[in-house]
């Protein structure tokens, strides 16, 4: 299926700097265990993350509103950044000026893009909210942000305000990697998958189902008030819901505690400007989380879009091959990482010391483009949230 796609060859950017007239970004190496190659399709010699520092002669460390003019200056470019994570998936900026949640937020606001849908939790700034808050313990294996509902952001920025000693790295791999292996290694499986999608059944509470998780509110009641009675309550959900503009591959029931949402949703899409396929999944995540985490509540339940269970086999596969292509990103006070969500994958692994010695900010932006479909049926397309 893969060879009948009209396919753009990545294009590798050269070594050095990304230059503006004030400010340069200088490329630096980072440690094996925190940057590799990657393999195909990327082009031959490119590195995952692509690691940026500032380079201002004459200064120690460059003030904030000239790290922000640069950025917009080179997104003014045609995108300069947007276009490197294209091809590198993901990005880490270190050294700039950054100490607290509303100066992340300036610094994110500066690679202009519009906000999506977002989680209605605690805002520490405009755009900016904590990551993932589930307990230290818990393992957060690779994924695509959101690959379990129909609106996904196309780029996710994340800030290292407080690290921990030992563990709690950031997980980092290629989603198009990860296809292209998968390809290679379970045919099979990616046929299935691409012909029968999957059916993601998520099911939301009135009450927080597990530390870190969402309840009903946070992911849809945005627009509740106090006073609202619940028929009210639960047209404003629903409200919500459409804005997915998912026709009838999205339904619901209501249940006595919350509602069960059930998507058909495509696992494999294509990259933008390319066509290139891409794994944009939390499957690996589902099953190697349950193998360390236990009987850890899971609220998402995925099957083969015809309803049929994924064998376990294949799960476990991707985890495998997933362990061989990432990488943990060690952070360092003031580190952002920013993820393209359509072709690199994220996570979370577990620290010692106490739950408030990592504390990891996250900004979730859409982009222009959603991902393409790599199939022409309805169920396959991605369509961009509405407004609302």
Do not use: C
């Not at 607290?100 to 893009?113: I, K, M, Y």
């Not at 290629?174 to 292996?181: A, I, Q, Y």
């Not at 072709?343 to 692994?349: K, L, V």
């Amino acid at each position: 299926m893969a060879a009948t796609l009209e396919q753009t060859t990545l294009q590798p950017f050269g070594a050095g700097k990304i230059t503006s007239p004030s400010l340069s970004f200088e490329q630096f190496d980072l440690p094996s265990s925190n940057q590799r190659i990657l393999g195909p399709p990327h082009p031959e010699g490119t590195v995952i993350p692509l690691a940026l520092r500032p380079s201002n002669p004459g200064s120690d460390e460059p003030d904030l509103d000239t790290v922000i003019e640069t950025v917009k200056y080179l997104q003014a470019q045609g995108g300069i950044l947007n276009n490197k994570l294209a091809v590198h998936g993901t990005l880490l900026f270190r050294g700039l000026p950054i100490h607290d949640a509303n100066e992340f937020s300036r610094f994110a606001h500066a690679f202009d893009e519009i906000i999506g849908i977002v989680v209605d939790r605690p805002l520490l700034a405009p755009n900016v909210a904590p990551a993932n808050e589930s307990p230290k313990e818990v393992l957060i294996y690779n994924h695509n942000e959101s690959p379990q509902v129909p609106h996904a952001p196309e780029y996710i920025f994340f800030y290292g305000h407080s690290v921990a000693k030992k563990g709690g790295e950031t997980p980092i791999s290629s989603s198009l990697e990860l296809f292209h292996r998968a390809q290679q290694e379970i045919p099979e499986f990616i046929d299935e998958l691409a012909k029968k999608g999957i059916l993601s059944r998520v099911t939301y509470k009135v009450d927080k189902q597990y530390s870190g998780g969402s309840t009903l509110k946070q992911a849809f009641g945005k627009e509740i008030r106090d006073g609202d009675d619940e028929a009210t309550q639960r047209a404003k959900i629903e409200a919500q819901i459409a804005r997915y503009g998912r026709g009838k591959y999205t339904t619901w029931e209501w249940t006595d505690d919350g509602i069960v949402l059930t998507h058909k949703l495509p696992a494999i899409r294509t990259q933008p400007g390319t066509d290139l396929p891409t794994l944009f999944t939390g499957l690996a995540a589902y099953w190697k989380n349950a193998q360390v985490n236990g009987a850890r509540h899971n609220p998402t339940q995925q099957l083969f879009g015809d309803g049929t269970p994924i064998p376990e086999k294949y799960l476990e596969r991707l985890a495998k091959t997933t362990d061989e292509i990432r990488v943990l990103h060690k952070w360092q006070r003031g580190d952002v990482l920013v993820y393209d969500n359509i072709i690199a994958q994220h996570g979370r692994e577990p620290w010692e010391g106490e739950q408030s010695d990592r504390v990891i900010m996250a900004s979730l932006f859409d982009g222009e483009q959603v991902p393409g479909a790599y199939i022409p049926e309805d169920w396959a397309q991605v369509v961009q949230a509405l407004q609302g």
